[in-house]
């Protein structure tokens, strides 16, 4: 009994020792792990240094757009260089170039934004255009375009008779994608690299 006694207890202290080290490695973590960092900023008219509120702020696979201060915040961040973009109607497309690291990061400056001088107010600012073409229809209505960063949807529109889409996007790798009922869907792929030009992708399917 007392050879028995003496072996269970050895078992319980192995156990009790495993179960220890098993804590300690679970709070080392092993790197990588936690929920990403984050960019706080604000968005000014570059000649008044007035805030602009509903700017759209994009980094990465991260966008979020301004409040009535200005101020903006993006989450989910992966550490590293990239490109800032920031696009409201009326206003040139802005980007910056930013340094992201571990944790919570802040712009040293504003981000400003110049209006519209080549381009009609009335024209969205977009990096990305096209037409869709139906084969044997000059009615083009009712095609859903899709962009694609991956297999996430990055945004989604519907054409009316003209065929023509547009869409505004940072810099990246994507997918256009087009379909509709009764016709071939159709992807295409499409590098955004210059903010200040539009890519232009034109798409026809097939019945």
Excluded: H
């Excluded at 915040?73 to 409201?88: D, F, H, I, V």
């Excluded at 084969?135 to 990055?154: C, F, H, P, W």
């Amino acid at each position: 009994m007392m050879d028995g006694s003496k072996s269970m207890r050895k078992w319980f202290n192995i156990i009790a020792i495993i179960a220890v080290a098993a804590v300690i490695l679970a709070g080392c973590g092993g790197g990588g792990g936690g929920g990403g960092a984050t960019l706080t900023g604000k968005v000014v008219d570059g000649s008044t240094d007035e805030a602009l509120s509903g700017v759209r702020v994009a980094l990465g696979g991260s966008s979020t757009t301004t409040g009535s201060d200005g101020k903006f915040t993006l989450t989910g961040l992966s550490t590293g260089s990239g490109t800032l973009t920031a696009q409201l109607d009326d206003y040139e497309i802005s980007s910056v170039s930013v340094t992201i690291t571990a944790g919570s990061n802040t712009l040293s400056d504003t981000v400003k934004m110049a209006p519209l001088s080549g381009d009609p107010p009335d024209v969205t600012p977009r990096t990305l255009e096209g037409t869709i073409t139906l084969t044997g229809e000059s009615n083009a209505s009712g095609v859903t375009v899709t962009l694609l960063s991956g297999t996430t949807t990055y945004e989604q529109k519907t054409t009316s008779s003209d065929g023509k889409y547009y869409f505004w996007a940072p810099s990246g790798t994507y997918k256009v994608r087009a379909a509709k009922s009764g016709f071939v869907t159709k992807e295409q792929s499409v590098t955004i690299s210059d903010l200040t030009k539009v890519v232009t992708v034109n798409i026809t399917l097939a019945k």
